[in-house]
């Protein structure tokens, strides 16, 4: 109603699909974006950056035969939250970093965290971006991944905000090699974290990492 509204008012209107969209999604919504707003070359170098790890971390995936089971717990409103595959991005990034959720299909939903989805899961591997978890719930000691310290919290550029971390749609470009390094630690073991995120700073901020935290860009 509102851009119907706007619309008949002579105002134009884009609409952009993000939140729960996918990692293609995301990518045509930099494209659309850049070239509304002047900065096309801006946001066109983005999405190759993006387009350039998802290849590489394809190409080195396609021949492993084990998908481990990926578990992925974030804090929202302070509650703990699995993330099934209605968090496409975040689905779809797994994905392509050669995991697997605990959840598939289209239809899947988040769910709330609770030991008997959880332990009948027994992931691999555990993501999160609560340090704190195992000691919270004891019952996390049974899982296989929290056993064999396969535990990982997801890199954040700022602790106080959330929306920087690695596994949110801007840094994705730089969780997708997180997310496949953790995975598959023996296929991208020269992948250099340090290297590619001055890249991706240089790239995307214009700036080196020192340079954009001290003018608070991050």
């Keep these: 109603k509102l851009n119907a509204f706007l619309s008949e008012k002579g105002v134009q209107v884009l609409g952009l699909k993000a939140g729960f969209g996918n990692v293609e999604d995301w990518l045509e919504v930099v494209s659309s974006t850049g070239a509304k707003v002047d900065r096309a070359a801006k946001s066109e170098a983005y999405v190759s950056l993006f387009r350039k790890n998802i290849e590489l971390v394809r190409s080195r995936i396609a021949t492993v035969d084990k998908r481990p089971k990926v578990l992925v717990v974030n804090s929202g409103d302070g509650q703990p939250t699995i993330r099934g595959s209605r968090t496409t991005f975040v689905y779809d990034l797994i994905e392509i970093a050669g995991g697997r959720v605990i959840e598939g299909g289209d239809n899947s939903q988040n769910v709330s965290a609770n030991a008997e989805v959880i332990l009948k899961f027994d992931p691999d591997i555990i993501i999160t971006d609560m340090p704190d978890i195992v000691e919270q719930w004891s019952w996390w000691k049974h899982l296989r991944a929290v056993k064999e310290k396969q535990f990982f919290v997801c890199p ?6 959330r929306m920087t971390g690695w596994n949110q ?3 994705a470009p ?13 296929k991208f073991a020269d992948i250099d974290l ?11 901020l214009g700036k080196a990492f020192a340079e954009s935290k001290s003018i608070g860009m991050l």
């Design 156 to 161: 954040v550029e700022d602790p106080k905000m």
């Design 169 to 171: 749609n801007m840094f």
């Design 174 to 186: 730089l969780g997708l090699l997180w997310l496949a390094k953790t995975i598959h630690p023996d």
């Design 194 to 204: 340090t290297k590619e995120h001055e890249t991706f700073c240089k790239t995307v």
